[in-house]
């Protein structure tokens, strides 16, 4: 092994530790203490089977965060992907994607053999191919599927089934939807037969029998998920790294989810959105963006829908220490959409649920003090947005990529203009990587002309110090690591410096986005060092306490 490169995991190499390093990070932090960490999915970490997955890689990767005194990784969500691949189009909102499922851990199990896995795959290692990712993955899986329902017994046997007992509120309905799905060639619930897409009891019970194998083996692989999530969480939290996960506010149409509970969304008969998210047309869009997502209805079956997201908080922070409320607006007041409508021009703003509903979840799940969540409140902030997150405490985020040109909220993206109650990125997943950002013409929006993009980097060239941006993207961490805001997280592709090629999503686009996949070999001790430096620096290392107290809004 190259001796740049950190070692494997749980082999630390005390030769090659970066200096400086404390003989044991603290506890996992909290979002109100000072602290900083990656944005990282793991089907973006290395491997031989074709997407990163939650193995010898992911573990690699916590040891290279911990070198780095890094306290948190973050991740997008981790259900099940549907269309166009989204972690965000999620098949479901409970249950974990099986492709992320780690097969050397099932050979090791005694689940597969090593000769059945064979040596180098020919699937590509710098993107995921999703389709051949799954078709070899699921072959795999089925077998060793099969060898778990021939051998399991005792203490193993015992642990699937208090599992399936656990999470039988979400667990049969799923497998049963993934089951009827598979045998109807992956096509959406809406167009199965009539008695299964409206949840008929004898319809569904005849499927249960028919497909009862396959029902079977999709919960051996929740089982087997739930079990390799555990012990990558553990982990991570006896390296001092806590988790941050991702919860859409809405859920995808062709999910378990909308097919199990019809009547929380607005629907017709046939089982057909009447309304539809989104959001209006603004400053980067003459005709919004129409995101097509069902919509709840949140006051007219108000207790069913708390109560269901109530279990949707109660599952995802059994996973995570902290969690990124998506679209946290949408909460507050939200555009709705006639689902006949070919754009989102024609919409309207629906009062969202408001304090109630966080009031319900922190009674449901039991917290007396703050919730673990981070607020994404980028778009129409309004002062009830504002007010709504400030009630519960929770972090809003700040973008620094948009601090510097004709943005709208372009002044509180600003490192002098951050409350230390916030999250502050460089940039997210549906960014252009900082260096791809900076150099590229046009950038993200069309309305971003050459003469626009050239304004921007004198700017931020001016307000970082930068000399001429050919290390911009260690211009930027520095600046969000050196920011009042708690918590400060960068992606991976601008630790990397990456350029456009590297990006994880381009909104608007169907194909080709979420594909994007690092090398092991770019884990190296000098990367580690050089941001552990920065860590020590600004007090984000453990060393010192941040506070949530401060200028908050």
Known sequence: MDENHIGQPGQPDQANQPPNQPPSLPSVPRLSQRASGVLLHPTSLPGPYGVGDLGAAARHFIDFLAAAQQRWWQMLPIGPVGYGNSPYSALSAFAGNPLLICLDRLAEEGLLSRSALGGPTDLPHERVDYERAARYRMEHLRTAFAAFRANAEGPERRSYEAFCARERHWLDDFTLYAAIKSAHRETAWAVWPEGLRLRDPAALEGARRELDENVEFHRFLQYQFNKEWEQLRAYAHGRGVGLIGDLPIFVSHDSADVWQKRHLFSLDEGGMPKVISGVPPDYFSATGQRWGNPLYLWHSRRREVYAWWTERFRTTLARFDAVRLDHFIGFQRYWEIPAHEPTAVRGRWMKGPGARFFKYVKKGLGVRGTLPLIAEDLGCVTPAVTALRERFRLPGIRLLQFAFGTDPQAPTFLPHAYPRRAVVYTGTHDNDTTVG???????????????????????????????????????????????????????????????????????????????WRFRKSDLTHELADRLGSLTRIYGRNGSQSGTSGGRSH
Do not use: C
């Open 437 to 515: 950002w900076f150099n590229e013409a046009g950038g993200d929006q069309s309305t971003r002309t050459t003469e626009d993009t050239e304004k921007e980097r004198r700017a931020a060239l001016a307000y970082l110090g930068a000399s001429d941006g050919k290390s911009i993207h260690w211009d930027m961490i520095r600046t969000v690591q050196a920011s009042v805001a708690n918590t400060a997280i960068v992606p991976m592709q601008d630790l990397l410096g990456l350029g456009s090629e590297a990006r994880m999503n381009r909104p608007g686009l169907a194909t080709g986005n979420w594909e």
